[in-house]
């Protein structure tokens, strides 16, 4: 049996792991709350995945994050997933409950929502067409929050197509599958635009596609925060385009886990912001 009354412990399992910024944003919100706890990085072999999460709540775990190669793997191991982690078909937030049971959700669109909802607080996702690049893990999260939106119809666009087809089997009607070179060509009327793929990141490929037919109504953003002000945001910014940056998804979708590991609604503020970034 787990015993609740010792200090909570939680963290991150991954591999590699050393680049998460998970725990400077868990042990800043600890600090800062005046809790006790402790949140750690963890870099966990996928063969050991299952002994792990075994082990860890009589060690006085009462959760995890988990990032790749575990988030879909934790879902087979999970006693109870929400709907939406077993909809995106990945789980990043564990809970390992009083009862022994591992409660497994994904909070990564809720967190993509909270930071839109934040930052662009009149963006309206009802308001026309949203055009999704990319059909990786990440994308999965963000078609489940868009319909959940009420967003009309979502146009997904991936270098490799028949990924952008599975998804229209797996989320339904409201997906159009573009081809990746016409996409530029689609994004006149768009109201909402997101970049998943990590074209842009530091150390990955340039984003190469053109924004220049971009409404100039619509909302961009961009999952990518290292940089935080990507050559995408920059490009659809020059055209007059109201963006947001990826880095208010990762600070808000931590915020459900923290809370239930440690009984504090943490803030996603400045503070936490320029802790993440090292500022
Ligand atoms: P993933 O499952 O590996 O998917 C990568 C996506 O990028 C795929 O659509 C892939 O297309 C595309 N891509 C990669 N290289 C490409 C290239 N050279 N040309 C065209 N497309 C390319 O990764 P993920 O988990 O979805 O993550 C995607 C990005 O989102 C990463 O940068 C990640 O850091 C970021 N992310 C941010 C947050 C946040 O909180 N802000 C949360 C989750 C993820 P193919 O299918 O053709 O390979």
Redesign the pocket.
Known sequence: MTNHSRIPLAGVIGSPIAHSRSPVLHNHWLERYGLSGHYIPMDIAQTDLEEVLEMLPKMGFVGLNVT?PH?ESVLKLADIVTDRAALIGAANTLIFRADGKIHADNT?GY??MA?LRQYAPDWDPKSGPAMV?????????ILAALIDAGVPEIRVT???RP??EALRNDFGAKITVVD?VQSPHQLWDAATVV???????TG??PFTLSLAELNPKALVT?????PLQTEFLTAAAALGCRTVD??????H?AAPGFERWFGQRPDVDDEARNKVMGI
């Open positions: 790749l988030k990564d967190g993509f930071n690049f990319g059909a990786g893990g990440a994308a999965r999260a991936n270098r490799t990924r952008a990746w970049n998943t793929t990590s074209l842009g990141m990955k490929p961009d999952l990518v925060y290292t990826g880095l208010g998804m990762l600070l979708q």
